[in-house]
C-alpha cells in the first residue's frame, strides 16, 4: 500500500537577509526529482540549473555516480522519495541549486494525516533573487547597493551589484497562491507525479 501521508515542508535559502522562506505540502511518497520542481515551484526559480540533495552524508543527484570530492556516496535521484530518505522531524537537510550558487535548508515540519490538501504553499516570505544572481553574496550586495542609492539611482561603483535587479524588482513581494498555482499547474502536467 502507497504511504498516503502529506509531509509539512519549510525551506529557507541559505545566506541571504532577510530570510527568504516557503512552507509548502507534499506527499510524503514524492519522487526527489519531483520535489525539487515542488521547490522550484514556490521558491519562484526557473529550472534551468542542476541540482542535488544532500541529507544524513549521501547526496542525490541526476547524473549519479562518484563523488569529486570522495565524501558522500551519490545516487540517482529518481530513485528516491522523501519517505525512503527519511529527513527527521525538524532536522534540515541541504538542496543545492545552479551548482551550489544557491543554498537551501530543507525542514519536515510535520507529517499529516492523507486526506490532506497537498501541493499548497501556505506560507513564505521575500521574493525569489533572480535566477543567475551569482549566489548569495552577489544578492546581498546588490541588494545594499540598491538600498544605499536609493533604489536605483547608481553610482558607478555599483553598477555590477545594481545590474543584477531590474528597476521594477520588488525583494519584498511574494505570494502563497503563486507558489500553489505553479505547483498544481505542474502537478496537472504531470511533473510532480500521481498521488491521487
Not at 33 to 44: K, L, N, S, T
Request: aromatic share 10%.
Amino acid at each position: 500500500m502507497a504511504d498516503r501521508r502529506v509531509a509539512v515542508i519549510v525551506v529557507s535559502l541559505r545566506e541571504v537577509e532577510p530570510r527568504i522562506w516557503r512552507r509548502f505540502r507534499v506527499p510524503v511518497a514524492i519522487r526527489l526529482d519531483e520535489f525539487h520542481w515542488a521547490i522550484q515551484a514556490v521558491m519562484g526559480w526557473e529550472g534551468s540549473h542542476d541540482y542535488e540533495f544532500e541529507i544524513g552524508g549521501h547526496r542525490y543527484r541526476l547524473k549519479p555516480g562518484g563523488s569529486e570530492s570522495g565524501e558522500f556516496p551519490v545516487s540517482d535521484v529518481r530513485r528516491g522519495t522523501l519517505a525512503k530518505i527519511g529527513p527527521r522531524l525538524g532536522v534540515p537537510f541541504l538542496y543545492l541549486y545552479d551548482q551550489g550558487d544557491w543554498q537551501h535548508d530543507v525542514v519536515l515540519e510535520a507529517l499529516d494525516w492523507e486526506d490532506s490538501a497537498v501541493f499548497v504553499c501556505t506560507a513564505g516570505e521575500m521574493a525569489c533573487p533572480p535566477e543567475d544572481g551569482g549566489g548569495a553574496s552577489a544578492y546581498n550586495a546588490a541588494l545594499r547597493a540598491r538600498n544605499l542609492t536609493g533604489n536605483g539611482k547608481q553610482d558607478a561603483k555599483d553598477e555590477v551589484s545594481l545590474g543584477l535587479l531590474d528597476a521594477d524588482f520588488d525583494p519584498q513581494a511574494f505570494s502563497p497562491s503563486a507558489g500553489t498555482h505553479l505547483m498544481r499547474l505542474m502537478e496537472s502536467a504531470g511533473v510532480l507525479g500521481d498521488y491521487e
